[in-house]
């Protein structure tokens, strides 16, 4: 073991030196002396430099007057193949590698078990060997170590490097983004990592003075379990494992030149100094997100030491590497026990509760209340309070604006305890996330839970900076909706979705519901719906008279012990006869859940995806005679060109009736057309349809838009020139509505 520095064991800040050669040298006799150990002592001097303060975990034996490691720091750790011993460490965040023969990327991998060719591009790992040495007494003996051999230095990185790929790939299913809470909260869990060495079957090249330029044969401890954590905090730091293991290039930890340094001791040494350096700096202007966001030392901060467990010793070292591979195996095979849906969104809005809580930002009366743990009329605007709706309703928006929080302070909280991206790169998904534990807590205040995916109502663009309604009353809002906009709107965004879902007058479409079927009013089977509940709203904003006396009722009868809703007329008056799904998706149906606007097409004139050939064939245009006639293809595929667009009207316009005479010999308008059936209206009816067809379009891709589905079907860039495009285009389309009457024949 090379110690050429002696530095000091104390840093200036986060990131710890190594220690000393004599602390150093010290633990790995400890280590040794402990009775059960019997890794290998080059393995013990190669994690050495990554061990923080390793004299803590040492005590004096009782048997031989040397060290040796306490009790407590040792853990036996048991699988259905055998057992290991670990010490529990302090380890220096960049410690560690990645296991290429992980379970869940395994596929990824040419089998040994294939005897076909490797083709170019994949790899093959090599055999892993129980580490056999003779000792000085000419016998053979079985360390509790690993073996491989590489055939080149290059096999050795890219191998690595491949299972860095492969594991971001392969990352599973997961509701928070690892890196980002790595990064904002640090590393709850130890990983555990048994040690590995690697021989280079290739002679290395020499320099002019016959030196090796690379070291023939490498230690690596590699992560049995927490592969993709010590695969993210390497990435925070800006390494990679092969580098961890191979050497460290200095230009990446601040010197100049393209030599690298293989001995960690030093290595490590200059990286922590340089991140202490790094994280100073935005010590002195906290704040500043500019400085913050760059600083690869404040990033790294809260992964400057991570606990964990080294395997030491095995009673069976011939099967160390397969009681390894068992208990990875179990722990991807036997993952904990998921929760439902609603009560995962439930813990999630709790933990946010919670940490507000915590960080003094929420009082711990008012975090009960929201969490469920007490009556809503504990809180101040509860107290006077008596009606079951208002109620529920000043829980609902307290929760509302504390999951959408606009306080910048709890902004960052909250990022912090769900592990999100910053507010500016929120995605739908995790805004999703956030709405599915705002509705399954609210739902805690009913009779019933209900499909927490109610709760997913929000455009992204108009959530990223949180929630702020209006705070007027329940009953205000119920009162002056039929005349007042801004009351209308925030009953339909806020509330409607979760008052029908409690009544299961809709809920949230979970795919496809081919062969269901439900009881009609006149009690007849009928088939269900399929609709998003974005899709209900709209169709609810577009009856608005009707849509208030719904959400009346349903608010008089959560007042009435929960009773069944009553239907209401088209003025808004309760019937006689009680609401159900079925008459909902009649008076509310789905082809006016949408509000007229036009596809947004992609630059160059096609859109993506084209639509569904099913949906190709029911678009249509009125013809002369009031016929259906199928509009292009062509014109789908180019709907954002204005030439080819111009020449699809003319095309219309010459097929589906005279031309239009605007001389003084006409009508004052455009002349009549029987039936209606001016190319006009044509194009008006197909840009309904194509509105209405771009907005299930957008909320199946909404739906499929989620971690681990795949890529995001829009870049960026695409996404806010799409959005400026519908906003352009709305706004054009509520001009031309106040000129309709001026194209129309005197009353």
Sequence with gaps: ?????????????????????????????????????????????????????????????????????????????????????????????????????????????????????????????PRVTPLVRITAEGRERTFAAVETVAESRETLIANLDKAAEVLTKKDGHRTFNLKEDLILNGQKEPGLYIAQ???????????????????????????????????????????????????????????????????????????????????????????????????????????AVVDAHLVIGCPTPSRLYRIAQMSNRHDHVHPPLEFTPNDRGRALGRSVLGFYAAQGVLDERTAEVLSGAAPVTELDEGAAVASVSELRDIRSMRLLAELFPKDRRKQLLIRRALSESPPSQLSAAEV?????????????????????????????????????????????????????????????????????????IVDADRGSLTGQQTDDDDGVKATRVRRTIRNSLNAMRNKRSMAVGVLRELASAMDEGDRKPRKVGVTGEPLIEPMSRAWFNREFPKESGTRPRTPAPRRGGRSWPPPPEEERAESRSAGTDGSDVPVPEAEYRSAGSHQADTQAFEEHTTTAGPRADFSAEGAPGAPTHAGGAHPFMARLRRLAEDAAALEELTDRLTDATAPGTGPYPLSREDADHAAQLLFSTSTGLRQLTSRMDGLAEPL
């Design 432 to 504: 999703n996330r956030r709405a599915r534990a705002w509705s399954a807590l609210t739902s805690e205040s009913y009779p019933y839970p209900w499909n927490p995916r109610i709760g997913e109502v929000f455009q992204l663009g108009e959530i990223r900076d949180g929630v702020r309604a209006s705070g007027r009353p329940l009953r205000e809002l119920l009162d002056v909706a039929d005349t007042d906009d801004d009351a209308f709107e925030e009953l339909i965004a806020y509330r409607a979705a979760h008052w029908l879902a409690a009544f299961d």
């Design 1 to 125: 073991m090379s110690l050429e520095t002696e530095p000091e064991s104390i840093p200036q800040g986060p990131f710890p030196l190594p220690p000393s050669a004599d602390e150093q040298v010290e633990w790995v006799e400890a280590v040794l002396a402990t009775p059960g150990v019997n890794v290998p002592r080059e393995a013990l001097e190669n994690v050495a430099p990554f061990i923080v303060r390793p004299g803590d975990m040492l005590v004096r034996s009782t048997e031989g007057g040397g060290q040796k490691v306490r009790d407590g720091a040792l853990r036996n750790l048991r699988s259905d193949s055998g057992e290991m011993l670990a010490v529990v460490v302090r380890m220096h965040g960049v410690g560690g590698s990645v296991w290429e023969h992980n379970e869940r990327i395994s596929s990824d991998w040419h089998s040994a078990a294939n005897p076909a060719t490797l083709r170019e591009g994949h790899h093959a790992l």
């Design 197 to 303: 060495h690697v021989r280079i079957q290739e002679e290395a090249l020499v320099d002019r003075d016959g030196n090796p330029l690379h070291p023939q044969s490498h230690w690596q401890w590699m992560a049995v379990r927490g592969n993709n954590r010590t695969k993210q905090r390497h990435e925070i730091f800006e390494v990679t494992s092969a580098e961890v293991v191979t050497g460290v290039p200095v230009k990446k930890i601040g010197g100049e030149g393209e030599h690298i340094i293989f001995d960690a001791n030093q290595w490590l040494t200059r990286l922590s100094e340089l991140l202490n350096e790094d994280y100073a700096k935005v010590a002195a202007d906290i704040g500043r997100a500019e400085l913050e966001e760059s600083s690869r030392g404040f990033r790294a901060a809260r992964v």
